[in-house]
């Protein structure tokens, strides 16, 4: 389940006016020349006609195979960007400057292949950034400016290691790390420094990684808010293991188990004993069953 660092609601809709930009090609706008939706029109620009006030912009599915500084209209109001699945590929330097108050940013599904050392550096105010599937082979993404970042989200992409780049020991308010469906194989200690550096109290989602191996104290020192270990284990006896590695855990949440039971295996109560070392205020596990310590 998606867990956010701040209610964001859903933006009521009030009503619809439709604005024309140039063949044929049209926007919508939602509530008072605020919030726009551009979804899916086939646009290869972003319409001039869309007003400075805007507050909230979704030009998902179209077409902006490169993204350059000059891209976006002055959009100093624009907090909320969803560009999912607009078959980007390219992100240059200060891409974003025009639209540089953005606090959501929304990438996912595009075949990025470049991006430039300063591409996301403009965004000073960004607190949510999503990567989902977007082909990422590891966290070392240039975002060093993005101190006000709380939440990312990398999942179904290519990533190795929670290894988190140094710089973000800064980033005092980060809260969520999302890295479900990834190629995480093992947990090392030197791959949560920078996590033990940071504030802690931080949620830690390995939904659906093939773990094969946990090593002892990788969470040592840290609290998590909550630790999401569904499905992230390529088999019983490394679930059983790495339940062990993670002797003298603390986490507020800890969900761990299998999202579609596997009825032909039989598991024990013995499978689980590894929770006996961890500290936890709530433990969710699937499918439910009772596991006496």
Excluded: W
């Excluded at 909230?56 to 699945?85: E, I």
């Excluded at 999503?130 to 993404?141: A, E, F, P, Q, Y």
């Excluded at 088999?235 to 002797?247: E, N, P």
């Amino acid at each position: 389940m998606p867990v956010f660092c701040m209610d964001r609601g859903i933006f009521p809709i009030i009503f619809f006016i439709l604005i024309q930009n140039g063949s044929g090609e049209e926007c919508t706008k939602v509530m008072n020349n605020r919030h726009y939706s551009c979804e899916g029109r086939n646009l290869t620009y972003i319409p001039t006609s869309i007003p400075s006030t805007v507050e909230t912009l979704d030009f998902s599915f179209n077409l902006l195979p490169s993204l350059q500084k000059h891209l976006f209209p002055p959009l100093y109001d624009l907090q909320f960007l969803d560009l999912t699945r607009c078959q980007i590929q390219y992100i240059a330097d200060d891409a974003f400057h025009n639209v540089k108050n953005v606090t959501t940013l929304i990438l996912t599904g595009n075949p990025i292949s470049y991006t430039a050392p300063d591409s996301l550096n403009s965004l000073h105010k960004l607190q949510r950034l999503v990567l989902v599937d977007i082909g990422l082979l590891s966290l070392n993404v240039q975002f060093n400016n993005l101190t006000k970042l709380q939440e990312l989200k990398a999942g179904t992409n290519k990533i190795q290691t929670i290894a988190l780049p140094l710089f973000m020991i800064n980033f005092k308010d980060f809260c969520i790390l999302d890295l479900h469906a990834n190629n995480i194989s093992s947990l090392k200690v030197n791959h949560t420094a920078v996590l033990r550096e940071m504030r802690g109290n931080i949620t830690l989602i390995l939904s659906s990684n093939p773990i094969l191996h946990i090593e002892p104290g990788v969470f040592k020192d840290i609290y998590l808010k909550e630790l999401n270990i569904h499905s992230a284990f390529v088999s019983f006896d490394a679930m059983r293991y790495g339940l062990k590695a993670l002797s003298g855990l603390n986490v507020g949440k800890l969900a761990i188990g299998n999202y579609i039971e596997h009825r032909a295996i039989k598991i024990s109560d013995a499978d689980y004993h590894g929770l006996c070392l961890i500290y936890f205020t709530v433990i969710f596990l699937s499918p439910k069953r009772t596991v006496t310590f």
